[in-house]
């Protein structure tokens, strides 16, 4: 079985219990305009440049199978005489300039590996998950894009007693969600905005088939934790704070609510956006002030949720 990822993160603790190990999968439904991670919205692997490393030596530019490389006559005020240009739709991530760029200016994101070599990975830091009551979550992406390879890593996981976290935006079917509830220990379960509209003005989707599934998954999981990534200006308006409020409660199973925990927009992943040549439309937006965040942790809490920051 073989899958792919873009990254693995060692010794996590923001994406579940303990100490963890968050692996990537590549692919995602959702093009959401605060997207920390660009580079796992396709499924296909990318070239990552990295202009300031770049000297402009030339070396790619003859080396490129598809000519997706220029060198164009720099601006007046930049130091280098020349400057190198990829074009993105003649690019297939061959990897060809990766291997002879002389300054590391290039990457390419995303590789093929199998389930065995991964559980292998994982099982390097068996000793920290047991010390700390942690374990594996599997990110992305959309790691349920990715169905069969996702169910065989946690069934592996299941079997050596690792805890597993699944982090999703729940935007598949309701088979392919169903399938992992005996697998997966956590459902980290992302919750943007409540308005269909506006779901889609920020993702690209509406969001009937997220909140159908919730809805579903509260009534089969035991575990799910609501995530909430707090916009400025975006989604921290009063009524979606208020409808959000209204409408986890009403999934309460035998007595307990889902926990909803708030995640401060950041904007670490804005240089990602110029190194696979994409824009990043929210460049203006703040980032939340701790009151801010606090305040709407609050608000959250009044409506009768269980809460938390980061997490
Ligand atoms: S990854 Fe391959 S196709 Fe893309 S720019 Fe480099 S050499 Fe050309
Ligand atoms: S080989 Fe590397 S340093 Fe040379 S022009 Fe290409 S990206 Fe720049």
Known sequence: MTGTIFDIKKYSVHDGPGIRTTVFLKGCPLK????????????????????????????????????????????????RVHEIHTLREKCTACGACVEECPSGARETVGRVVTSDELIQEIMKDVVFYDSSGGGVTFSGGEPLLQPDFLLALLRECKEREIHTAVDTCGFVNW??????????????????CMDAGMHFELTGRRNEVILRNLICLSKTHNNVTVRFPLIPGI????????????????????????????????????????RLGRVYSIRDIPRPTDEMVHAVQERLRKLGLKTGIGG
């Not at 088979?175 to 943007?192: C, F, H, Q, R």
């Open 32 to 79: 959401c305009v605060w997207c920390h991670n660009p580079e796992g919205q396709r499924m296909s692997a990318e070239m990552m440049f990295f202009s300031d490393r770049c000297t402009a030596c030339g070396t790619c530019v003859s080396i490129c199978p598809n000519q997706a490389i220029v060198l164009e006559a720099g601006s007046s005020d930049m130091d």
């Open 175 to 192: 088979e392919t969600l169903s399938a992992i509830v005996p697998y997966a220990d956590l459902i980290l379960y992302d919750l943007k």
């Open 235 to 274: 989604n921290d308006n009063e009524e979606n704070i208020v409808s959000t409020g209204e409408f986890l409660p009403s999934l309460r199973r035998e007595g307990k609510s889902l926990r909803i925990d708030v995640l401060p927009y950041h904007k670490t992943g804005i240089g990602k956006y110029e």
